[in-house]
């Protein structure tokens, strides 16, 4: 078997280009046209953030799709850095969870406490009570912790002692996670890796970007004071709701639809592959190419829209067969073999 390039870059088709600029920013309140809202957040995390416009544009793409999004890449390519940045350039409520092996379920979801003046218990809520949840490291802790957490994501509420309670709209988790398995970290079950509407993966600088993040420190920039480097909201809710009502009405024909499926079909029957996409992994290909439509500007969905998204969308929901892993197969050199095998319609 031939052996595909083990990784490509997410989004490597027009998507790193950047948004459409939409001139000066607003000082933080809205311009009432949702798709500039979005362009200024972008150019608000790239005050902090050099380069990685891929994943800053996936970043994107997940809030339009109200979808969670998994963050992997080695240490100190800023993972935590982009997150915070994008937190602080959109006016929801944000909460920061560092996941530690010592972290318990309740840290998470909440959990009931007792009141001594009133003599009830009552519950008090975890961090998962937020819009946008920021799981830092998630792959240290162990995995009932991290069943709280995907669990929380699946169904958009928790239940604590038999009450549903139910999560703010919009609910959008951030985890990152070293794709180097140290001692002592718990690598997500595979099963629920399908929770994640995308993996972004975050690669290390080239040599210029990394000039260029040396020489922003040289000058004093300070990664853990965001508001000094003049970061600030410049979306909201109100934004974002506005922009997923537009991102329904992007048009996607029955040809290009069918295109979809059969990438991830062909997932199913590729020998490498012991587990395919699901149909769950087919319709988020449809939610995160038709936002990555829209940001693009146009109103309907191109095959050339589900070919970048392809590999950020389904990566991560493929288990390979032993003996291919083995052989070098990774999820990236299959989804790449049957980019390049599925008719594309025209
Ligand atoms: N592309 C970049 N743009 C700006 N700063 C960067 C970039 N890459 C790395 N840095 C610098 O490296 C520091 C480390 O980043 P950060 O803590 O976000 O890394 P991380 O990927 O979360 O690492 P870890 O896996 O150890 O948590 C940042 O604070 C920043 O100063
Ligand atoms: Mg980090």
Known sequence: ?????????????????????????????????PRAALAAVQAEVRKAVVGQEAAVTSLLIALLCSGHVLLEGVPGVAKTLLVRALAAALSLDTK?????????????????????????FSFREGPVFTNLMLADEINRTPAKTQASLLEAMEERQVSVDGTPRVLPDPFIVIATQNPVEYEGTYPLPEAQLDRFLMKVLLPVPERQQEIEVVARHAQGFNPRDLAGAGVSAQ????????????????????????????????????PSVLLGVSPRGATALLATSRAWAWLSGRTFVTPDDVKALAHPTLRHRLALRPEAELEGVTAESVLTSILATVPVPR
């Open 235 to 270: 979306a909201s809710a109100t934004d974002l709701a506005a922009a997923r009502a537009e991102v329904q009405r992007v048009e996607v024909a029955p040809e290009v639809l069918a295109y979809m499926v059969d990438l991830c079909r062909a997932t199913r029957h590729s």
């Open 96 to 120: 920061r969870v560092q996941f530690t092996p010592d972290l318990m379920p309740g840290d998470v979801t909440g959990s009931l406490v007792y009141d001594a003046r009133t003599a009830e």
């Open 1 to 33: 078997m031939t052996n595909p390039p083990m990784t490509i870059p997410p989004l490597t088709h027009p998507p790193t280009a950047p948004l459409p600029d939409s001139g000066p920013a607003a000082t933080g309140n809205t311009t009432g046209d």
